[in-house]
């Protein structure tokens, strides 16, 4: 890869023979992975677009080994990368040239299930999709589904405080984890929060959702457990102008409605879905709306067709209810299938995260459509329409020269207006690698420093997941100063 | 993702089969969550999307050694991975392309080669096959545990006899196989009965052997191939004349293959047509029993008991992943008054995969093991299944019986006969 | 309104030249709560108002000085509310005040806490630097959760000046039930109704009667009503009962003996300590007037939860200290995250634990 990146840098001075036998003498034989051949596997996450060989890979299989390695590090002030499903798509697991990435995978137990208290006690590596499925049983399940919720992990979850479709009503990870146990870089076991409902002190368990593997490595946490609502169903619309679909959205919450889903696909997602999962999509609508109500039968009939309401009047050219359960689940398959089912059109893809005021959809839509022809790349979009949460799918082939940076340039351009409308660069899938340097974009130097300082209150050597989540200060500055040569590409 | 393959395979049909194939994974890590080895070993390079990335490097010409050999080796070939991957990867041709590749490049030691030449040559012929099992059923008691085991024991139940001829004028051609009239003779026969009662008879034709997928599996590519074409030589004068309508698979590892004939024997010019034309009319039985719904249901009507007996079903990875066949097994034995018990994970490989049993024992029994406990959770009376290969594995681990699903249809028709 | 973040950057210099310590004051409802106020007043009222409001974007952005009434009836007027019923504690409550207090009414068991609402915030730091962080969009991710971090601290990290909150529409039907039922069996009771699917916002038992509220859409109330039975109240007392609880002016909590606040595990079993006790968040909080405040600390600990002085004299918050004390590690990060903020430890010390 020729992105020069902030994984790659020469801070750390390490000793990788020195470091082999100190993990040797606290490991299994089989927990480290030692050999280039074995741990190029392991050079990047969901990202692909970032790739760095890390110094050691080690497979943890408990709390006491995940202790006995960062304690190590700690001691030869070795880079630790905490590593779960790598599903994220910011690159928050890549690894760093000379640090050692952890494998939390084999930590996968469920601990318990208590249906009395409404919480599940799991490992980091427990797959988000398997909390539910354990709790099942007990007519609940863990409420924030990530479109990744078949693989991505737990852990995975916390640090990046993921979304999901049904989190304008349920909330993000942050709002679902009741505790979080852990080990400060030290090597100290931690926990932040417990099984009441708040904790004394400040709210360091906020602070750790969403803290990209900075501050601590996790290795146990507390969620707590919904009650399956009685009915669900989904009202898909199709509407045949994506801008009548924006104003949809904004008009079904300006009726007083929190819909348990609201997500919108535009015609190229739809396309790349329908063939693969035959969810039932309209192939001829510009976009489609997925409204999902859920509560009593008679809640849900009165929601529905309240939503129903409000999406015929913004123009909807086609509206389909969910009949059974089965039904439902096939529309919400389409949905969560659309990243990867992109990859049947294009060999690679750029995932961007950021979300805007809801008003302000359509001519977030319009814009990234005009950039579209302007760097010659397809673009298809995916949104958490409720949550105002954009998913533009940037299509690009990395083997022909130039793509991945035109690709880069676009992602970029389609951050600054993010920040541009009164939003973020990123919503849900964090910062990682891929948007450090646009951190820049929406923070000053002051709000920068002031992270550094948070993090340096846990790991003050800065050994924990080096090069992510916040730029340094220099490359702030260099960022801000390219950004006044160029007005749309702060990497040309 | 992005690629860079180097030049010795580059240029090569395989080698660009390889490269589209690899493009077309996003590298997602959606498929690594349903993979059994995934599940028991927690390391990326043992998950599909792992295996991939060790392929991806071999074909970029990076230096390979008995590392990624041991990764590629556990891989069960169950295709899960595709089952769940959203972006229409072929990891198993990927998969083929890959360990031929390292076959040439990372040699093997001596007693594996000897062992895969043993089983190479003797599991698809009866007349080895048949005795070897004979001798290792008597001695069973006097075996240690570990390898007792290993000999298949007689699973499904006695063979009852084929129907007299009836003169139907529908016909079907039913594969002999290799090792399943030894280990299972009755699979066939309860299969010929219950067409029979459909008004399908159903022959097999002597000289059709092994399938080819066996010694497929085992890289032996020009073994199998003469396999396939001594199958097609003993079919093709039916199939000319008219006389059959279609092969009935009731191995659904055998299906899988004959399936894959035209495009395995696509550069054969005297057999490719052929092969096209006898997997075109290849269906596995549940298949043939669902395209006779209405006549099924006026017999099992006229049949009348409903024991309501609760059963376990395991899926074969070569009928839910490989041949995409879900859900119809499950709803024949529904519709023949069977209950069927929830089975946890329903998408995950057994452990016995083709010859995997014997090459990889340790994670095969442990994927065993996790597979009846998961059939036994609701303890069913039966476990039922669709493929030999499967029968036998489980059965060599479970004191409930294991059994082809067909033979429960026959019983269930013949309670009133 | 910048003249006045001029001159308080100024005293935040000054102190912070001269070691001193503000004591940040808003309205002043809240100065009861939590280990008394040091140092000279910082006066923060004056930056009031509303920022912005779109309803249909559901984020409401107001000055850490707007009275939290102005604010309720902003909402109310567009059909909308801070969903987890913050208590006033006096009428000169302000939105600053809610937030560094961080505490949550009756609906907290249904709905979250205040924290879960807080999507942004501007704040004066130590440094005299004027900081921004999340913002006023649904899902924010880049850069720590530093508005959460904030949510509740007390003021001792900072000067809130901006706070952007998530704002829900307000429920269509409420209806307030009654049963007889003694302790345990309420307890048993809300935790089994916590595991199903019903519309409970609120619940208090006290004195062997379990109150609680449904709200929702209407069919939803009223299916709820059907199945769970008891005694229901009329919508008026109902109203002034919630309320009353919220703003802790319900007879419970009358009189100057000392007020503890348990937060425990809703499954947690009734506590063997001795005094009057009311139960409210499905059972995660359980007040207790008098008692043994060693005691208390040691069965909340047991328990899984911990324990507050809510309201006493100086002379008790001083010697059992107002907070559950903090594990080393813990308390270390806390000593290490106030520098980050406050380097010279200007802001409300004490306030949350001494040294801090
Ligand atoms: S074929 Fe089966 S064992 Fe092999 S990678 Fe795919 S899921 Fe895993
Ligand atoms: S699911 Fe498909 S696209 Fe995703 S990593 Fe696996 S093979 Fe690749």
Same mark, same amino acid.
């Given at each position: 890869?020729?992105?020069?990146?902030?994984?790659?840098?020469?801070?750390?001075?390490?000793?990788?023979?020195?470091?082999?036998?100190?993990?040797?003498?606290?490991?299994?034989?089989?927990?480290?992975?030692?050999?280039?051949?074995?741990?190029?596997?392991?050079?990047?996450?969901?990202?692909?677009?970032?790739?760095?060989?890390?110094?050691?890979?080690?497979?943890?299989?408990?709390?006491?080994?995940?202790?006995?390695?960062?304690?190590?590090?700690?001691?030869?002030?070795?880079?630790?990368?905490?590593?779960?499903?790598?599903?994220?798509?910011?690159?928050?697991?890549?690894?760093?040239?000379?640090?050692?990435?952890?494998?939390?995978?084999?930590?996968?137990?469920?601990?318990?299930?208590?249906?009395?208290?409404?919480?599940?006690?799991?490992?980091?590596?427990?797959?988000?999709?398997?909390?539910?499925?354990?709790?099942?049983?007990?007519?609940?399940?863990?409420?924030?589904?990530?479109?990744?919720?078949?693989?991505?992990?737990?852990?995975?979850?916390?640090?990046?405080?993921?979304?999901?479709?049904?989190?304008?009503?349920?909330?993000?990870?942050?709002?679902?984890?009741?505790?979080?146990?852990?080990?400060?870089?030290?090597?100290? &076991?931690?926990?932040?929060?417990?099984?009441?409902?708040?904790?004394?002190?400040?709210?360091?368990?906020?602070?750790?959702?969403?803290?990209?593997?900075?501050?601590?490595?996790?290795?146990?946490?507390?969620?707590?457990?919904?009650?399956?609502?009685?009915?669900?169903?989904?009202?898909?619309?199709?509407?045949?102008?994506?801008?009548?679909?924006?104003?949809?959205?904004?008009?079904?919450?300006?009726?007083?409605?929190?819909?348990?889903?609201?997500?919108?696909?535009?015609?190229?997602?739809?396309?790349?879905?329908?063939?693969?999962?035959?969810?039932?999509?309209?192939?001829?609508?510009?976009? &489609?709306?997925?409204?999902?109500?859920?509560?009593?039968?008679?809640?849900?009939?009165?929601?529905?067709?309240?939503?129903?309401?409000?999406?015929?009047?913004?123009?909807?050219?086609?509206?389909?209810?969910?009949?059974?359960?089965?039904?439902?689940?096939?529309?919400?398959?389409?949905?969560?299938?659309?990243?990867?089912?992109?990859?049947?059109?294009?060999?690679?893809?750029?995932?961007?995260?950021?979300?805007?005021?809801?008003?302000?959809?359509?001519?977030?839509?319009?814009?990234?459509?005009?950039?579209?022809?302007?760097?010659?790349?397809?673009?298809?979009?995916?949104?958490?329409?409720?949550?105002?949460?954009?998913?533009?799918?940037?299509?690009?082939?990395?083997?022909?020269?130039?793509?991945?940076?035109?690709?880069?340039?676009?992602?970029?351009?389609?951050?600054?207006?993010?920040?541009?409308?009164?939003?973020?660069?990123?919503?849900?899938?964090?910062?990682?690698?891929?948007?450090?340097?646009?951190?820049?974009?929406?923070?000053?130097?002051?709000?920068?420093?002031?992270?550094?300082?948070?993090?340096?209150?846990?790991?003050?050597?800065?050994?924990?997941?080096?090069?992510?989540?916040?730029?340094?200060?220099?490359?702030?500055?260099?960022?801000?100063?390219?950004?006044?040569?160029?007005?749309?590409?702060?990497?040309? | 993702?992005?690629?860079?393959?180097?030049?010795?395979?580059?240029?090569?049909?395989?080698?660009?089969?390889?490269?589209?194939?690899?493009?077309?994974?996003?590298?997602?890590?959606?498929?690594?969550?349903?993979?059994?080895?995934?599940?028991? @070993?927690?390391?990326?390079?043992?998950?599909?999307?792992? /295996?991939?990335?060790?392929?991806?490097?071999?074909?970029?010409?990076?230096?390979?050694?008995?590392?990624?050999?041991?990764?590629?080796?556990?891989?069960?070939?169950?295709?899960?991975?595709?089952?769940?991957?959203?972006?229409?990867?072929?990891?198993?041709?990927?998969?083929?392309?890959?360990?031929?590749?390292?076959?040439?490049?990372?040699?093997?030691?001596?007693?594996? /080669?000897?062992?895969?030449?043993?089983?190479?040559?003797?599991?698809?012929?009866?007349?080895?096959?048949?005795?070897?099992?004979?001798?290792?059923?008597?001695?069973?008691?006097?075996?240690?545990?570990?390898?007792?085991?290993?000999?298949?024991?007689?699973?499904?139940?006695?063979?009852?006899?084929?129907?007299?001829?009836?003169?139907?004028?529908?016909?079907?051609?039913?594969?002999?196989?290799?090792?399943?009239?030894?280990?299972?003779?009755?699979?066939?026969?309860?299969?010929? !009965?219950?067409?029979?009662?459909?008004?399908?008879? @159903?022959?097999?034709?002597?000289?059709?052997?092994?399938?080819?997928?066996?010694?497929?599996?085992?890289?032996?590519?020009?073994?199998?191939?003469?396999?396939?074409?001594?199958?097609?030589?003993?079919?093709?004068?039916?199939?000319?004349?008219?006389?059959?309508?279609?092969?009935?698979?009731?191995?659904?590892?055998?299906?899988?293959?004959?399936?894959?004939?035209?495009?395995?024997?696509?550069?054969?010019?005297?057999?490719?047509?052929?092969?096209?034309?006898?997997?075109?009319?290849?269906?596995?039985?549940?298949?043939?029993?669902?395209?006779?719904?209405?006549?099924?249901?006026?017999?099992?009507?006229?049949?009348?008991?409903?024991?309501?007996?609760?059963?376990?079903?395991?899926?074969?990875?070569?009928?839910?992943?490989?041949?995409?066949?879900?859900?119809?097994?499950?709803?024949?034995?529904?519709?023949?008054?069977?209950?069927?018990?929830?089975?946890?994970?329903?998408? @995950?490989?057994?452990?016995?995969?083709?010859?995997?049993?014997?090459?990889?024992?340790?994670?095969?029994?442990? @994927? !065993?093991?996790?597979?009846?406990?998961?059939?036994?959770?609701?303890?069913?009376?039966?476990?039922?299944?669709?493929?030999?290969?499967?029968?036998?594995?489980?059965?060599?681990?479970?004191?409930?019986?294991? /059994?082809?699903?067909?033979?429960?249809?026959?019983?269930?028709?013949?309670?009133?006969? | 309104?910048?003249?006045?973040?001029?001159?308080?950057?100024?005293?935040?210099?000054?102190?912070?030249?001269?070691?001193?310590?503000?004591?940040?004051?808003?309205?002043?409802?809240?100065?009861?709560?939590?280990? %008394?106020?040091?140092?000279?007043?910082?006066?923060?009222?004056?930056?009031?108002?509303?920022?912005?409001?779109?309803?249909?974007?559901?984020?409401?952005?107001?000055?850490?000085?707007?009275?939290?009434?102005?604010?309720?009836?902003?909402?109310?007027?567009?059909?909308?509310?801070?969903?987890?019923?913050?208590?006033?504690?006096?009428?000169?409550?302000?939105?600053?005040?809610?937030?560094?207090?961080?505490?949550?009414?009756?609906?907290?068991?249904?709905?979250?806490?205040?924290?879960?609402?807080?999507?942004?915030?501007?704040?004066?730091?130590?440094?005299?630097?004027?900081?921004?962080?999340?913002?006023?969009?649904?899902?924010?991710?880049?850069?720590?959760?530093?508005?959460?971090?904030?949510?509740?601290?007390?003021?001792?990290?900072?000067?809130?000046?901006?706070?952007?909150?998530?704002?829900?529409?307000?429920?269509?039907?409420?209806?307030?039930?009654?049963?007889?039922?003694?302790?345990?069996?309420?307890?048993?009771?809300?935790?089994?109704?916590?595991?199903?699917?019903?519309?409970?916002?609120?619940?208090?038992?006290?004195?062997?009667?379990?109150?609680?509220?449904?709200?929702?859409?209407?069919?939803?109330?009223?299916?709820?009503?059907?199945?769970?039975?008891?005694?229901?109240?009329?919508?008026?007392?109902?109203?002034?009962?919630?309320?009353?609880?919220?703003?802790?002016?319900?007879?419970?909590?009358?009189?100057?003996?000392?007020?503890?606040?348990?937060?425990?595990?809703?499954?947690?079993?009734?506590? %063997?300590?001795?005094?009057?006790?009311?139960?409210?968040?499905?059972?995660?909080?359980?007040?207790?007037?008098?008692?043994?405040?060693?005691?208390?600390?040691?069965?909340?600990?047991?328990?899984?939860?911990?324990?507050?002085?809510?309201?006493?004299?100086?002379?008790?918050?001083?010697?059992?200290?107002?907070?559950? %004390?903090?594990?080393? %590690?813990?308390?270390?990060?806390?000593?290490?995250?106030?520098?980050?903020?406050?380097?010279?430890?200007?802001?409300?010390?004490?306030?949350?634990?001494?040294?801090?």
């Amino acid at each position: 890869m020729s992105i020069e990146s902030s994984v790659a840098d020469r801070r750390f001075t390490v000793d990788r023979q020195a470091l082999i036998a100190s993990l040797r003498a606290v490991l299994p034989e089989q927990a480290l992975l030692v050999e280039e051949e074995e741990m190029r596997p392991y050079e990047c996450d969901g990202l692909t677009a970032y790739r760095q060989l890390p110094l050691i890979v080690a497979l943890p299989a408990d709390e006491a080994q995940v202790q006995a390695i960062v304690k190590v590090c700690h001691a030869l002030k070795v880079p630790v990368v905490a590593r779960g499903a790598a599903t994220g798509l910011s690159g928050g697991a890549t690894p760093h040239r000379d640090g050692v990435v952890v494998s939390l995978a084999k930590l996968k137990k469920i601990i318990s299930v208590d249906p009395v208290s409404r919480t599940a006690v799991v490992q980091p590596g427990v797959r988000n999709l398997s909390v539910s499925e354990a709790a099942a049983p007990y007519a609940l399940y863990y409420a924030p589904d990530p479109s990744s919720q078949i693989a991505c992990t737990i852990g995975g979850n916390v640090a990046e405080n993921a979304g999901g479709v049904h989190c304008l009503k349920y909330g993000l990870t942050v709002h679902n984890v009741m505790r979080v146990r852990g080990l400060t870089i030290d090597g100290e &076991i931690v926990e932040f929060g417990n099984a009441a409902l708040d904790a004394p002190g400040y709210d360091l368990l906020a602070l750790m959702n969403g803290s990209e593997g900075l501050l601590a490595v996790i290795t146990e946490v507390t969620v707590r457990l919904t009650p399956k609502p009685e009915l669900a169903q989904v009202v898909i619309a199709s509407f045949g102008d994506v801008r009548q679909a924006g104003d949809a959205v904004a008009g079904i919450i300006a009726a007083g409605i929190i819909p348990a889903g609201l997500e919108m696909m535009d015609r190229k997602a739809i396309h790349a879905v329908e063939p693969y999962v035959n969810a039932g999509y309209d192939m001829d609508a510009a976009a &489609i709306l997925l409204c999902e109500s859920d509560g009593t039968p008679e809640e849900v009939a009165e929601e529905i067709g309240r939503m129903t309401a409000v999406l015929e009047q913004s123009g909807a050219s086609g509206i389909r209810v969910s009949q059974d359960e089965a039904e439902r689940l096939r529309f919400w398959a389409g949905r969560k299938a659309a990243f990867p089912a992109v990859g049947r059109m294009t060999p690679d893809y750029l995932c961007m995260d950021g979300t805007i005021p809801r008003k302000r959809l359509a001519e977030m839509l319009d814009a990234i459509n005009r950039l579209s022809e302007k760097y010659a790349l397809r673009c298809a979009n995916v949104f958490h329409a409720g949550d105002g949460n954009l998913h533009p799918l940037i299509m690009y082939d990395a083997n022909q020269p130039g793509e991945l940076d035109r690709a880069l340039a676009f992602g970029a351009a389609i951050l600054e207006l993010s920040v541009k409308f009164g939003g973020t660069i990123t919503g849900e899938h964090g910062v990682g690698i891929e948007k450090v340097d646009v951190m820049a974009e929406q923070f000053s130097l002051a709000e920068i420093a002031a992270f550094h300082r948070l993090k340096a209150a846990f790991d003050e050597h800065g050994l924990l997941n080096p090069g992510k989540g916040v730029p340094t200060l220099a490359r702030c500055r260099e960022y801000t100063l390219a950004r006044v040569g160029s007005a749309t590409s702060p990497r040309s | 993702m992005q690629t860079n393959l180097a030049d010795f395979i580059k240029d090569t049909p395989a080698g660009r089969e390889a490269d589209a194939i690899l493009r077309s994974c996003v590298h997602c890590g959606f498929c690594t969550a349903t993979c059994p080895t995934f599940q028991l @070993l927690g390391d990326e390079l043992d998950g599909p999307r792992g /295996r991939i990335y060790l392929i991806k490097e071999m074909l970029e010409g990076q230096a390979v050694s008995q590392t990624t050999q041991l990764h590629l080796d556990r891989c069960l070939s169950c295709r899960a991975c595709e089952t769940t991957c959203p972006s229409g990867v072929r990891y198993h041709r990927l998969l083929e392309i890959g360990r031929e590749v390292m076959e040439e490049r990372v040699p093997r030691p001596l007693v594996v /080669r000897a062992t895969r030449f043993l089983l190479c040559e003797a599991l698809p012929r009866r007349w080895i096959f048949r005795p070897a099992v004979a001798i290792g059923q008597l001695m069973r008691p006097l075996l240690p545990a570990a390898l007792a085991e290993k000999v298949p024991l007689a699973a499904g139940g006695a063979a009852r006899p084929w129907p007299r001829r009836a003169g139907h004028k529908r016909r079907m051609i039913a594969l002999a196989g290799c090792v399943q009239p030894i280990l299972t003779p009755n699979t066939n026969a309860a299969t010929a !009965r219950v067409l029979d009662r459909l008004g399908i008879e @159903l022959i097999e034709a002597p000289a059709a052997n092994c399938c080819g997928a066996l010694r497929y599996h085992l890289h032996a590519q020009e073994k199998a191939l003469d396999d396939m074409r001594q199958v097609i030589d003993a079919w093709w004068p039916d199939v000319e004349s008219g006389r059959v309508e279609g092969f009935v698979m009731t191995a659904s590892g055998c299906g899988e293959h004959v399936r894959e004939y035209g495009k395995l024997l696509k550069d054969d010019p005297a057999y490719a047509d052929k092969a096209a034309r006898i997997a075109a009319m290849t269906r596995d039985a549940c298949e043939v029993l669902a395209a006779e719904q209405e006549p099924l249901a006026a017999l099992l009507r006229q049949a009348g008991a409903d024991s309501g007996e609760r059963v376990a079903f395991h899926s074969p990875c070569t009928l839910q992943h490989a041949q995409k066949i879900r859900g119809v097994v499950e709803a024949l034995l529904t519709a023949a008054g069977y209950r069927l018990a929830p089975v946890a994970d329903p998408h @995950l490989c057994c452990g016995s995969a083709g010859t995997y049993s014997i090459s990889q024992p340790v994670l095969a029994g442990q @994927l !065993r093991d996790n597979k009846l406990a998961a059939m036994n959770a609701a303890s069913p009376a039966l476990l039922v299944t669709a493929n030999i290969g499967c029968q036998t594995h489980l059965q060599s681990g479970s004191k409930v019986p294991v /059994r082809h699903w067909i033979e429960l249809i026959d019983e269930r028709l013949n309670v009133g006969a | 309104m910048e003249g006045l973040i001029e001159n308080w950057i100024g005293r935040v210099a000054d102190a912070a030249s001269a070691g001193r310590s503000l004591a940040i004051r808003g309205g002043g409802s809240k100065a009861f709560y939590a280990c %008394p106020e040091q140092g000279e007043v910082l006066e923060v009222s004056g930056h009031r108002g509303i920022v912005a409001y779109e309803p249909t974007e559901l984020v409401v952005t107001a000055r850490a000085g707007t009275p939290l009434r102005e604010l309720a009836a902003a909402l109310a007027e567009k059909g909308q509310w801070l969903p987890f019923e913050p208590p006033h504690f006096g009428a000169s409550a302000t939105v600053g005040g809610m937030f560094a207090a961080g505490l949550s009414g009756p609906r907290r068991q249904a709905v979250g806490a205040l924290r879960d609402y807080v999507l942004g915030v501007k704040v004066l730091n130590g440094s005299g630097e004027v900081l921004s962080f999340g913002g006023q969009v649904m899902k924010n991710v880049a850069g720590y959760d530093v508005a959460r971090l904030f949510a509740g601290s007390l003021g001792t990290l900072g000067v809130v000046l901006e706070v952007s909150l998530k704002v829900l529409p307000l429920p269509v039907a409420e209806k307030s039930l009654r049963f007889s039922i003694d302790e345990a069996a309420a307890l048993g009771k809300l935790n089994a109704w916590g595991g199903r699917p019903l519309p409970i916002s609120a619940s208090a038992w006290h004195q062997g009667v379990l109150t609680l509220r449904l709200s929702g859409a209407a069919a939803a109330v009223a299916a709820a009503q059907r199945h769970l039975g008891g005694e229901e109240l009329a919508a008026g007392l109902a109203t002034a009962f919630w309320e009353s609880l919220r703003e802790q002016t319900y007879a419970f909590f009358a009189g100057d003996a000392p007020l503890w606040r348990l937060s425990l595990p809703s499954v947690a079993p009734p506590q %063997p300590l001795p005094g009057s006790t009311l139960i409210e968040w499905g059972g995660a909080q359980r007040w207790l007037r008098e008692g043994d405040g060693r005691a208390i600390r040691v069965a909340a600990a047991r328990a899984g939860g911990h324990a507050t002085l809510f309201r006493a004299d100086h002379a008790l918050k001083a010697s059992e200290g107002v907070f559950q %004390p903090l594990p080393a %590690p813990l308390l270390r990060i806390h000593r290490q995250l106030k520098r980050a903020f406050d380097p010279q430890g200007v802001f409300n010390r004490g306030r949350m634990y001494p040294g801090l």
